[in-house]
């Protein structure tokens, strides 16, 4: 069974930092490409970073770029996002999700996702 | 980037058939995906490539494309379908990037 956790959110101040994580399981995490999506509160889905399953290929929305930094590490089936210069827009829940096709750069194709991790920027 | 764009609400009565559009310029090159999400919950998806279900879908959605638009049909609604749902695709620029519409709000009446 597929399984994504996401771990690392919080309550910080506007400017700080903090570095999500997202556990994989159930799949060859090392065959697939990788994203981020947020959802600020009562709001809709926004693609935040992407990054191929040999790290080869990576994309940010403009709205972070910058800012935020995405890697993985497919030894420890683990993927991450180091986010810097935080600001009250960040705030949102953020998905770790699966791209479906394996070996490739990325079709932002989501075939599975966590529950996700709660980004509050507030002073 | 690209933009999707998504009509905020539709409604469609128990049984009937609804359709939701998504309208891009990155749709001209790039099939669509489309994601149900139901109140705190994670999205779940339902419709990629040309007309593809993931394992577990029922088989009255479906998925259709012409031009700069796709759509998600859902042939004899239930009440379990009243959720949110967006489409998504690559970036029109080929690059890196993904997009999102702005989701549908579906009401099943």
């Known amino acids: 069974e597929v399984q994504l956790v996401e771990s690392g959110g919080g309550l910080v101040q506007p400017g700080r930092s903090l570095r999500l994580s997202c556990a994989a399981s159930?799949?060859?995490?090392?065959?697939?490409?990788m994203h981020w999506v947020r959802q600020a509160p009562g709001k809709g889905l926004e693609w935040v970073s992407g990054i191929s399953w040999n790290s080869g290929s990576i994309g940010y929305a403009d709205s972070v770029k910058g800012r935020f930094t995405i890697s993985r590490d497919n030894a420890k089936n683990s993927l991450y996002l180091q986010m810097n210069s935080l600001r009250a827009e960040d705030t949102a829940l953020y998905y770790c999700a699966k791209d479906i096709t394996p070996m490739g750069a990325a079709d932002f194709i989501f075939d599975y996702w966590g529950q996700g991790t709660l980004v509050t920027v507030s002073s | 980037s690209s933009e999707l764009t998504q009509d905020p609400a539709v409604s469609v009565a128990l049984g009937q058939t609804v359709r939701i559009t998504c309208q891009g310029d990155s749709l001209r090159s790039y099939y669509a995906s489309w994601y149900q999400q139901k109140p705190g919950q994670a999205p779940v998806l339902v419709i990629y490539?040309?007309?593809n279900r993931p394992s577990g879908i029922p088989d009255r959605f479906s998925g259709s494309s012409s031009g700069n638009t796709a759509s998600l049909t859902i042939t004899g609604a239930q009440a379990e379908d009243e959720a949110d749902y967006y489409c998504n695709s690559r970036d029109s620029s080929g690059n890196h990037l993904g997009v999102f519409g702005g989701g549908t709000k579906l009401t099943v009446l």
């Open positions: 490539g040309k007309n």
């Open positions: 159930g799949f060859t995490f090392d065959d697939y490409a």
